[in-house]
Each structure stands twice: as C-alpha cells, then as structure tokens.
C-alpha cells in the first residue's frame, strides 16, 4: 500500500504566472482534498473532488481549480499567482462511502511566490 | 524544512509527564472531530477522531475528550517522549461532505 504522494516538493513562481500541483492518492481512496496552508496557521480548505467532479468547495477563487483522474490522482491549478499564495499545499485522499472520514495527507508542496 | 509553529501557542512538557492540549471549535452541527500531529516539513498525520455522539475515546497513549456542552476538545498524550514534540491541531467536519476545517494549532515542546 502506498501513501500520498505530491509533486513537486518546492516550487517558485512569479506574481501573474500559472502553477499546476500533482497529489496521487493513498491505494485504494476515491476522494481527494486539498488545502493551503499558510506559514504559523492551520490547513485552510481549498476543495475536494469525489467520482472526478469537485464536491464542495472553500472560500477560494475561482483561479484555484482542480481535476481528478479515473485512477483517482488530482492536480491543484492556479492562474494569475499572487503574493499572498505563497504557502504549503497539501492534498489529503480518503474513501467515500465506508463511513470513515479519516484523511491522509501528502508532504505538501511548498510553493513561494515571488 | 520549515516551520510550522511560527507564532502558536506552546505548550512545554517534561519529558515523562502527561500533556493536554485544548481546543475550542465553534460550529455546533460539527459531527466528527479529529486530532493531527503536524511535524516541520511534513503533512499532518492523523493521531485519532472521535463521533459527536461519544464524550470520550482512547487510543494508545491518547484519549480525547469531547464536550459539545461548551464545544470543547482536549487530547491528552500520557507519558510525553521527545518523539511528541511537534504542531498539534484540532478539527471539526460538518456536513455532507468532508470538508475538514481545523482550528488554531498548539505546538507541544517535550523537555527531556
């Protein structure tokens, strides 16, 4: 069984560029969430995507977009950067339909932007 | 890596005695709630959940405490080691979905 895994690990991107982030689900998990996480504060919800369409959303933009795949892995999208994105992003897989709600989070991808 | 524990409450501990870590969530519909560890540069790690339907449940070398009365939550880690030393965040899910939202961290210092 394999855990979560992102890429990239750290990233460095200018005001106004777009960022693409990948997360490939622990074996077995259908649901995929992700969250930003600012330095000195806790993860904030960004989305999650269930059966590959997005299944509740937080307060964030619409310049934060996501995918999910049929094999179940997701990409994080951001268009037009700002300074205030810069944190850690994490994304955290989980199964739908168990009654089990525990999540299990990836290393997060530091993204800094400049 | 980085750290995560910029500007947290810090809760410092004796190597040996028992930790608590409190928490206050605000949403009232809240169903589940959940513990996580979160150690510099890493995700946050899953330490244990409980229903809103319990008031109390153990795990190894953790219990949590829920009190919906007053929406609080405590985790208490008995025998603090130097392994514990990391952010420790608390979490409340409502809802349909599981959107998880988690609450300001406390960053636990064991002393050796």
């Known amino acids: 069984e394999t855990g979560v895994t992102q890429s990239p690990t750290h990233l460095i991107k200018t005001r106004g560029q777009q960022v693409t982030l990948r997360c490939s689900s622990q074996?077995?998990?259908?649901?995929v969430s992700w969250y930003q996480q600012a330095l000195g504060q806790g993860p904030q919800f960004i989305f999650q995507?269930?059966?590959?369409?997005?299944?509740g959303r937080g307060n964030f933009p619409p310049r934060f977009s996501g995918l999910q795949f049929p094999n179940y892995s997701s990409e994080l999208n951001v268009n037009a950067l700002e300074l205030d994105d810069s944190a850690l992003y994490l994304c955290?897989?989980?199964?739908?339909?168990?009654?089990?709600?525990?999540?299990?989070f990836g290393p997060g991808t530091r993204l800094t932007v400049t | 890596g980085e750290s995560v524990g910029l500007h947290l409450p810090t809760l410092s501990v004796q190597e040996g005695d028992n930790s608590i870590i409190n928490c206050a969530y605000s949403?009232?519909?809240?169903?589940?709630f959940i513990w996580y560890k979160q150690e510099s540069g890493k995700g946050p790690q899953f330490i244990i959940d409980?229903?809103?339907?319990?008031d109390k449940r153990q795990g190894q070398r953790v219990t949590v405490l829920l009190n919906k009365t007053v929406k609080h939550l405590s985790l208490q880690i008995a025998a603090t080691q130097p392994g514990d030393s990391a952010v420790y965040f608390c979490?409340?899910?409502?809802?349909?979905?599981?959107?998880?939202?988690f609450g300001i961290g406390t960053k636990l210092q064991v002393i050796p």
């Open positions: 955290a897989s989980s199964l739908t339909g168990t009654g089990s709600y525990e999540q299990y």
């Open positions: 074996s077995g998990h259908n649901t």
């Open positions: 995507y269930y059966r590959e369409e997005e299944n």
């Open positions: 949403n009232s519909a809240s169903d589940y």
């Open positions: 409980i229903r809103s339907n319990m």
């Open positions: 979490a409340e899910k409502g809802g349909g979905y599981q959107k998880v939202t």
